[in-house]
């Protein structure tokens, strides 16, 4: 299915981020071994004590954060690569993120196309949906709606991620991908930059349209099955 050349240049991107990842999950990991080594001795103060606690549980939770944005992604492999009905993967995101957007206030819409299949490897996907959609919903404070759309062209399938959040300047938005950018209080910055590995796995393409105040579109293109394809695999 994929040549060698590109494969190769796929586990490189894979392992960078793997590589960085782990980096930034292991110096919360520190930080907390050493406070729990000084909650040992006998004689630290109670006062010393609540603030070792809360600073572990607060870089436990980094750490929790930034595996959340990562996810399954870590794993540097191609193998799982399979067709997906993309109606049905949308659907499942919609699933996961529903409680989350539920316990903001907000709502998420699918509007679904014919049944489209791309090749991809499911939790990749998932991955990189559920961090624009994150991402979207994060963007909408005072209420509004997230809007998931499907179509299709001849060759290629379009998803639409649009939320009517507080948008982004032109500058901000070539920020987008590079590690560690965010504008959030916890974030971690590294949702897109995922996002942006996971899309160019797949041969597919991103774009994104913001205007301040108004709103966000991601737009993802990525290669169909047509008979075409079918045949010359
Ligand atoms: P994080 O969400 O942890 O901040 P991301 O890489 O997911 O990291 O996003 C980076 C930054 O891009 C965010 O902090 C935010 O400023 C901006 N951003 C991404 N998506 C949107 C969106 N839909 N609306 C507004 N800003 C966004
Ligand atoms: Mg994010």
């Not at 392992?15 to 960085?20: K, L, Q, V």
């Not at 500058?171 to 910055?189: A, C, D, M, N």
């Amino acid at each position: 299915l994929i040549n060698e050349l590109n494969k190769l240049e796929r586990l490189r991107i894979v392992g960078d981020i793997a590589a960085s990842i782990s980096h930034e999950v292991r110096n919360p990991l520190t930080v907390t071994k050493g406070f729990l080594q000084l909650l040992r001795c006998s004689d630290v103060s109670s006062d010393k004590k609540e603030q070792y606690i809360k600073l572990s549980l607060d870089e436990l939770q980094r750490a929790e954060e930034i595996i959340t944005d990562y996810l399954t992604f870590a794993k540097p492999s191609l193998e799982n690569v399979v067709v997906l009905e993309l109606n049905s993967e949308v659907d499942y995101v919609h699933k996961v993120l529903a409680p989350f957007a539920a316990m903001s206030n907000l709502t998420i819409e699918v509007e679904k196309s014919e049944k489209v299949y791309i090749l991809a490897e499911r939790q990749k996907l998932h991955q990189a949906l559920i961090n624009l959609a994150k991402n979207g919903l994060e963007a909408m404070a005072h209420g509004g709606k997230l809007l998931i759309s499907i179509e299709e062209t001849a060759t290629h399938a379009v998803i639409r991620i649009i939320d009517t959040g507080n948008g982004m300047t032109e500058e901000q938005i070539t920020r987008l991908g590079t590690p560690y950018y965010s504008t959030k209080e916890k974030g971690t910055g590294l949702g897109t930059m995922v996002v942006y590995s996971i899309i160019k796995i797949f041969d597919g393409q991103i774009s994104v349209k913001s205007t301040v105040g108004k709103g966000t579109c991601f737009k993802i293109v990525l290669p169909k099955i047509t008979n075409e394809t079918k045949k010359a695999n």
